[in-house]
């Protein structure tokens, strides 16, 4: 089992930074994958963006492509995620995932999960 601790939110003017952080300990596997989760009042849990810890390969949602960079700091157990370019549509609650394999981009392909930090982004 994975335990994941997210931090780094906060209020933000749009077009602004923030980045988060996702500390992973546990069963923190080599061949994990890393995922970060948003989810906006009255909507689902959306895809934004994973890393597979072995080899690095990224995946992007549409919506955030070339504005978030997710990296991972292998020896620390610490994924994060830059958003630059703040609009207020990215402002949600952000989760950090995990998975041991890539099995899709669905909330359902990654079984462990932290609790979440608030990104708010004012216009």
């Known amino acids: 089992q994975v335990q994941l601790v997210e931090s780094g939110g906060g209020l933000v003017q749009a077009g602004g930074s923030l980045r988060l952080s996702c500390a992973a300990s546990?069963?923190?596997?080599?061949?994990?994958?890393m995922g970060w989760f948003r989810q906006a009042p009255g909507k689902g849990r959306e895809f934004v963006a994973a890393i597979y810890r072995r080899g690095g390969s990224t995946y992007y949602a549409d919506s955030v492509k070339g504005r978030f960079t997710i990296s991972d700091d292998n020896p620390n157990n610490t994924v994060y995620l830059q958003m630059n370019s703040l609009k207020p549509e990215d402002t949600a609650v952000y989760y950090c995932?995990?998975?041991?394999?890539?099995?899709?981009?669905?909330?359902?392909?990654?079984?462990?999960w932290g609790q979440g930090t608030q990104v708010t982004v004012s216009s």
């Open positions: 546990g069963r923190t596997f080599s061949s994990y994958v």
């Open positions: 995932a995990a998975a041991p394999g890539l099995y899709g981009y669905t909330a359902a392909d990654f079984g462990s």
